[in-house]
Nanobody, 125 residues
């Protein structure tokens, strides 16, 4: 079992930045590829970014590429999402996810072994 706890969400103006953190406990953190998903009101949950278990490989949704950066610190059992140049369209609940295996280029919901409970990011215009 892996427990994931997100933090760092909040209210920010458009153009601003936020850094989300996801602290993991339980099984060996470095066994898992880690990702971030988001769900806006009335919309389906969507993939945002992922990082391999080693941290050497990352992949981003087109909508955040060049603005968001995912990173991890295996010594601290934590994955981060640095969000820059935020837009109102980035407003959503952001979820941390752990997947032992990723079956396509981007994580899919079917790959996820564990989910966090989410942290809300609100970007005002």
């Amino acid at each position: 079992q892996v427990q994931l706890v997100e933090s760092g969400g909040g209210l920010v103006q458009a153009g601003g930045s936020l850094k989300l953190s996801c602290a993991a406990s339980g099984r060996t953190f470095s066994d898992y590829n880690m990702g971030w998903f988001r769900q806006a009101p009335g919309k389906e949950r969507e993939f945002v970014a992922q990082i391999s278990w080693s941290g050497h490989s990352t992949y981003y949704a087109d909508s955040v590429k060049g603005r968001f950066i995912i990173s991890r610190d295996n010594a601290k059992n934590t994955v981060y999402l640095q969000m820059n140049s935020l837009e109102p369209e980035d407003t959503a609940d952001y979820y941390c996810a752990a997947a032992r295996d990723v079956t396509a280029q981007a994580m899919g919901a079917g790959d996820i072994d564990y989910w966090g409970k989410g942290t809300l990011v609100t970007v005002s215009s």
